[in-house]
């Protein structure tokens, strides 16, 4: 059954198209994703299809019975209820059913009913059918329900009667997203839902959303997340929408086959188109051959050319590099306490960062994470305990609220005001590498969106050159393409790191120690998020087993506790997979001369030159012998990427 189809949809604000022709399709039950850039028009396409904006032509078809639940990006509740109030609004039929229920029973109970066996038996039937009709819409386990959302969305018992006036925006957006789960629309719309959600309640989300009844349509940058739930995935790009079939996973490989596939085609229409150009441009002064050049002339004008497959999309691009290298030792952390004046946030924190270390630091929300790094940094006092730090130490910092990133200055001069020993050139180099160009810089700080503060805070941070960088969730307001870009930045930082993210992918890519912060303590993980979840799972399995004074089983036992993870065999294991990388796009232009050069050889003009043909052969040994040669240097690469994984 189809919940949604949108046909020809297009949309522009003033000059500026910003949808054309879209054609999205959701079944009953399916995961679809909607992904691409920051200003694509995912939100735009969203409100759209939610009926908050309107569209300039094309048809959206929803059937009459279906509804829809849209949770807006920075949607929070507001209400003057408590939770269990405004969570109880959802089932009000469901509540005024109950309510005739019990006047029923209590008209059963009474005398005049009771002994008047024609009145008794009509008032049974009643009761009957309407308890038949409770059931089946979940009379008996919506409390249940709403206990369990509200759980999984980290509200417990004892926050129920809180005012929902007295929450943090964080809290009211979970509380917003419980809502919108317990009133089970038949198509999900769902705007960056894992905004504000912790690794614990992001994991609960999953899990729910992979058993939900109706259709999900969602927006989101999260890439762990993404490959969990969705089936199909629209990618919003130039104005279009493209369908895939997959998870995120399986949609960039698609997608990388679609533009090596494009290019190809690209390339040969632009040969094609220049061949006729040069043709033209040779022949239409010719008496002889002017008729003939007309005739190209016009074939040339009734072509369509494709655009390049590389679009006019930019993506940043941009490293971090050190002054000078730290000691080995880089930060010690003994017994500290964390908190704001008499309220300890957590306490007995101890930790050490040694040089070259790539730490995250994870835990729920409102357990400490930030409170912990602005402590380190001195944003913030210590309330007991002693913080160190190591020789030639220089911290970079990013904070996530982009605190400091505040103030009438224009782009260039925020810049730069802190480094004003560059020229307007070298400043102007930089913002561009971040994807300031043009007339963005002159933009205010002020009026920057969350994703522009987000590039201009890494490029501060780039320019300060520290040894040991301190993040706190850098990947919030970042686009897809962006996060990859600041990843392989910090794959290739030379540093020390210690990070706060919520986003699982970054984590396993980046991180080479653990460190789970709770109230009071901080444990160490030696390795990355998907060891740490499988370790940690396995330290509550013991836990568990020695609470209940059980033996061990054969599983456990069969395995010993890895004490340390080979950090080098890590590195080497990145440094081999880009190697790979890099050799597979040689190897791929390798494989675009091979077949123009053979190309070449069958056209006529070539073949019946013998110089030309001998020159063109040449060539092509001379790539297919590079091209023998790369691959057996990409086997040999795969055979040591085998030995280290192992």
């Keep these: 059954m189809i919940v949604l189809q949108v046909n020809q949809l297009t949309k522009s604000f003033i000059a500026d198209e910003i949808l054309t022709n879209v054609k999205l399709e959701v079944q009953h039950r399916d995961r679809v994703a909607l992904v691409g850039r920051n200003g694509a028009g995912k939100s735009t396409l969203l409100k759209i299809i939610a009926g908050q904006l309107s569209y300039d032509s094309g048809d959206i078809i929803i059937p009459k019975d279906v509804r829809i639940g849209y949770l807006e990006q920075h949607a929070g509740l507001n209400s003057t209820r408590t939770i269990w109030e405004e ?42 059918q309407l308890q038949h009709d409770f059931k089946d819409s979940g009379g008996y386990q919506y409390e249940a329900d709403t206990r369990s959302v509200l759980h999984g969305m980290q509200f417990f018992e004892e926050d129920y009667q809180k005012l929902i006036t007295s929450l943090s925006g964080g809290q009211r957006t979970r509380l917003a997203l419980a809502k919108l789960l317990l009133s089970k629309p038949d198509l999900l719309i769902l705007d960056e839902p894992t905004n504000h959600l912790d690794i614990a309640t992001l994991q609960w989300l999953e899990s729910y959303l992979k058993g939900y009844e109706g259709a999900i349509l969602i927006v989101s940058h999260d890439r762990y997340f993404l490959d969990q739930i969705v089936t199909i995935v629209y990618e919003v790009s130039r104005q279009r929408v493209t369908k895939y079939t997959g998870n995120y996973s399986a949609y960039l490989v698609d997608k990388a086959k679609n533009y090596e596939r494009d290019m190809k085609m690209y390339e040969r229409q632009q040969d094609e188109k220049a061949r006729l150009e040069m043709f033209i441009q040779k022949n239409i002064a010719r008496a002889s051959t002017t008729k003939m050049a007309q005739s190209r002339r016009k074939m040339l004008a009734n072509m369509d050319f494709m655009d390049s497959p590389d679009g006019d999309e930019k993506s940043a691009s941009f490293g971090f590099t050190i002054d000078r290298q730290s000691g080995n030792d880089v930060l010690a952390i003994d017994d500290l306490s964390i908190g704001y004046g008499e309220k300890i946030v957590a306490q007995h924190i101890s930790m050490r960062v040694f040089r070259e270390d790539s730490i995250a630091l994870v835990g729920p929300n409102g357990v400490g994470k930030s409170t912990l790094l602005k402590t380190i940094v001195n944003d913030l006092q210590q309330e007991a305990g002693t913080v160190r730090y190591g020789t030639n130490v220089k911290i970079g910092y990013y904070d996530q609220e982009q605190a400091k990133l505040s103030s009438t200055k224009s782009v260039l001069y925020e810049l ?28 205010i700080v002020n009026d920057l969106s969350g994703g522009e503060k987000a590039r201009l805070a890494l490029a501060k941070l780039m320019l300060e050159k520290a040894n040991f960088l301190i993040l706190d969730e850098p990947t919030n307001h970042l686009d897809l393409d962006s996060k990859e870009v600041l990843e392989n930045a910090l794959l290739d930082y030379p540093g020390t790191l210690l990070f706060v993210s919520h986003d699982r992918y970054f984590i396993n890519r980046i991180a080479t120690k653990v460190i789970e912060l709770s109230p009071d303590n901080a444990f160490e993980y030696l390795g990355d998020y998907d060891y740490y979840v499988e370790k940690k799972q396995e330290l509550e399995e013991l836990a568990a087993m020695k609470l209940a004074n059980l033996p061990k089983t054969e599983v456990t036992a069969g395995k010993t506790p890895s004490t340390k993870i080979d950090k080098e065999a890590k590195k080497r294991e990145r440094q081999i997979r880009r190697a790979i990388e890099e050799l ?42 590079s091209h023998e040669s790369h691959e057996m240097e990409w086997l040999e690469l795969n055979e040591q990427l085998e030995e280290v994984a192992q």
């Excluded at 959802?90 to 009913?113: C, G, N, T």
């Excluded at 073949?607 to 040449?618: C, G, L, N, P």
Aim: proline content about 4%.
């Design 416 to 443: 730069w005001d802190e480094w004003p020993l560059m020229n307007e050139g070298e400043i102007r180099s930089v913002l561009g590498q971040f994807l300031f160009s043009g007339e963005d810089v002159d933009k």
């Design 87 to 128: 969570m109880m609004t959802i089932f009000e039929p469901l509540r005024a059913k109950e309510q005739q229920l019990r006047s029923l029973e209590h008209q059963m109970a009474s005398p005049e009913v009771y002994g008047n066996a024609e009145r008794y038996a009509q008032i049974m039937a009643e009761y009957d």
């Design 584 to 625: 597979e796009a040689t190897m791929h232009t390798e494989n675009e001369q091979i077949a123009n050069y053979e190309a070449q050889l069958c056209e006529p003009e070539v073949f019946a030159d013998h110089q030309k043909v001998a020159e063109i052969q040449a060539a092509l040994d001379a790539v297919k012998d």
